[in-house]
Structures are given as C-alpha cells and as structure tokens.
C-alpha cells in the first residue's frame, strides 16, 4: 500500500510569548481553549482543523526572521467578516488589508499574535 496524505491536520503558529498569543486570541477572535494541551503550547477548540500557538521548535529563531510567517498564507472562516473587522480596529489591531468581496465571501487580513499575518473570510 502507497501511503498519501490527506491534508493539513493541525495549523500552528510558533510565537516568543504563548499566554499573550493566547489571550489575543480568545480576546479578539474569541477562540476557546481546548481541553488538552501540551505543555508547551496553547491549543484551542477550533474544527474543522485544531490551531494552536506554541513556543518556537528548536532551531527556529523567530527574532531573526522579517515577518513571523512571511510566505504563509492563513485564513480563518467566520460568521461575519465585516463585523469582525469593525471589532479588531475599534480594539486598535493593525488592519493590513481592508474588507473585499471575494469568492470566499468578504474578507479582509489583520496583524495576528507577534505580526502574523491572518486573513478572515466569510459572512
């Protein structure tokens, strides 16, 4: 039997701070933490595919890189992008690009925990 892969299982973001990339995401995203998580990471309750943020693997040197991230593009369905949007400025998140239509429905990309770039679609 030849072994394939099906795709992406489990997204996630290497970061210097894990509780602060944490609280920015359950404040402003309102992801809710998992039940279980290792102890050198953060993982949340998302679905279809688990997202976490987690301390750096070895060998990474996040200090060191332009952009954490940069050449990766991650999205995040919600229920209402625009409203989404609406709440991140007012609460002062940098806003990269603005709120389009699309044929993923609107969206727009946002700075994320220590400058990830994340984009929101839908609604």
Known sequence: MTA??????????????VE??????EQHLGLRR?????????VFATEPIPFAV?????GVDLDGAARPGLGVALWFRTTDAQELHDRLAT????IISPPRDSPFGRTFTFTGPEGYAITAHGG
């Open 4 to 17: 394939t892969v099906d795709g992406p299982d489990f997204v996630a973001l290497q970061v210097r701070d």
């Open 20 to 25: 602060a990339a944490a609280a920015f995401c």
């Open 34 to 42: 998992a039940p279980a998580s290792p102890p050198d990471a953060v």
């Open 54 to 58: 987690r301390e750096p693997l070895p």
């Open 91 to 94: 609460a002062g998140v940098p």
